[in-house]
């Protein structure tokens, strides 16, 4: 035990020596004093433009024998905005909906054309039945397309809605689908119209109507009126 620690002693002094001849305590010393030198900065160079050319755009094999693409230009109309208005409109009980007859609905149209046949031909009219998705639920007008080809606007437009009072109704006029959407709902709800109704538009202006309203409940009164008036005049002859 006491060679092995005079061994260790011995080699330590002489690992001590070898260190000092080599100064290596003293390098050490001065790398702990010294501080790290500042790195400085890459320069960003732009790389060198050597010659520009026109290639071709790599395609698919699949594609490549085929034609190139043609695009169609697309037309992205402004939105038609209708001003509100201050009165808000009653919802409609779905439960209490009157649904007209066939013989209510035909004596209506029957006197919507006789109003048809009065106004003359100087400006374009439309008869239209009311259904039950005109005056409820989605409140959508779909109108004729060959109607709207000829005499309305061919892109989305404002279309004013004219009553026998002369109250003005703007709508929007969707071109692509033939109707009137907005604006139509507030029309109709103003108006309490009901199935079997029938409107006779009446195309005074490119974008305006004047709209007559043709009561399901009056066409009947006045058909009856009628028969019995024609009733009585031929029992009249016969006495």
Known sequence: MVKYEDLRKQRLEENKKRMEELNLP???QALKNSTSPKTTPMK????????????????SPRVAKSPAPEYKEVIHYERVMIPRRLATPTKRDRLF???ASDEERAA???KA????????????????????SHVSGGFWLGLPSNFCRKNLPRRDDTITLIDETGEEWPTVYLAQKCGLSGGWKRFSVD????DGDTIVFHLIRPTKFKAYIIRVNNANETASTEIS?????SSSEAF
């Open 229 to 233: 008036t024609s009733t009585s005049t």
């Open 97 to 99: 909906f009157a649904y």
């Open 191 to 194: 108006h309490d119209l009901a």
């Open 108 to 110: 209506s149209i029957e």
């Open 26 to 28: 003293l390098l050490t």
């Open 113 to 132: 054309e006789k109003l048809e046949a009065s106004l003359g031909s100087e400006y374009p009219i439309l008869v239209r039945p009311m259904l039950p």
């Open 44 to 59: 960003k160079t732009k790389p060198r433009i050597v010659g520009t050319e026109l290639v071709a755009v790599r395609r």
